[in-house]
């Protein structure tokens, strides 16, 4: 059995990481995922289980807590029909292929590769974030044919690497096909569905050498327990903290800071 000491350690520093993604993710509508995954790499370094899979265990268990957190999205956009199921329906096989796709890619590849692919990644969601314009347009609907079967995986595919659910680039890509930002958020929680659910049993059979207690194939059970039970509390304190600050900086501040987590993943990469 482990120590007694470090579950409370992880314990500990899991809820703080829960309760600040949970806040995130109300006041700025993404997913915890973004936040999680540089969170748990850092939680579980320190509490000495850095190895070269060690970024396999934070996509996998971000991954995980987006099935509890897109799930419980989508059932409450559905409930003010919000949810564009046509658009859903014909996304989602795409999607789900390039989420099992993205768990073998990340499976065979060592944490200082995963870190720079999430630290790219996430530099440039943090500058669309805050550079991009409400009025941007690739088309006046969303495509079908060809373009729907290229752009489909890879949304589910670079989701996976980043250990998130579909709103980073499913949102995005709805809006810049002229889906309303409300509706295009809802069905986002769609994505982050089908993104996660396979992604997450693929990763329940990859084998991890040095892995923190009570971790599953590279899913930490601890961590996804804990991390969601304070995302339940925290996202409504989030949501509420919203409605009384301006968006456009919210976008600003955290682009920066988003920036700044992409920066310190780099780093660590490179060993610096």
Not at 64 to 82: F, G, N, P, V, Y
Not at 117 to 139: D, M, N, P, Q
């Amino acid at each position: 059995m482990p120590e007694t000491m470090l579950l409370v350690q992880m314990a500990l520093f899991l809820l703080v990481v829960g309760a600040f993604a949970g806040v995130l993710a109300g006041l700025l509508g993404v997913g915890g995922g973004i936040v999680l995954v540089p969170a748990f790499f850092y939680v579980f370094s320190v509490l000495g289980f850095d190895s070269p899979q060690l970024m396999q265990i934070c996509l996998a268990t971000s991954l995980a807590t987006i099935i509890a957190t897109s799930a419980r999205s989508l059932l409450a956009h559905h409930r003010k029909s919000a949810v564009d199921w046509a658009i859903l329906n014909s996304w989602a096989p795409g999607i789900a292929i390039g989420a099992v796709i993205g768990v073998m890619v990340a499976a065979s590849l060592r944490s200082g590769t995963l870190q720079v692919v999430f630290a790219t990644l996430a530099a440039t969601v943090a500058i669309y974030i805050t550079f991009g314009k409400s009025h941007w347009r690739l088309g006046p609907v969303m495509p079908g044919g060809i373009t729907r079967a290229v752009l489909s995986p890879v949304i589910g595919f670079l989701s996976v690497l980043m250990g998130i659910g579909g709103g980073s680039f499913g949102v995005p890509t709805m809006t810049l096909f002229n889906v309303p930002i409300h509706r295009a958020v809802a069905t986002a929680a769609g994505f982050g569905v089908i993104i996660a659910v396979p992604s997450v049993a693929a990763f329940l059979f990859v084998d991890i050498a040095v892995a923190p207690p009570f971790t599953i194939g590279a899913v930490n059970l601890v961590a996804f327990v804990l991390v969601i039970a304070m995302t339940l509390i925290t996202a409504p304190l989030g949501a509420a903290l919203a409605h009384r600050t301006d968006p456009v900086r919210l976008k600003r501040v955290f682009g920066a800071f988003l920036i700044l987590v992409a920066l310190n993943m780099l780093r660590k990469a490179v060993g610096w």
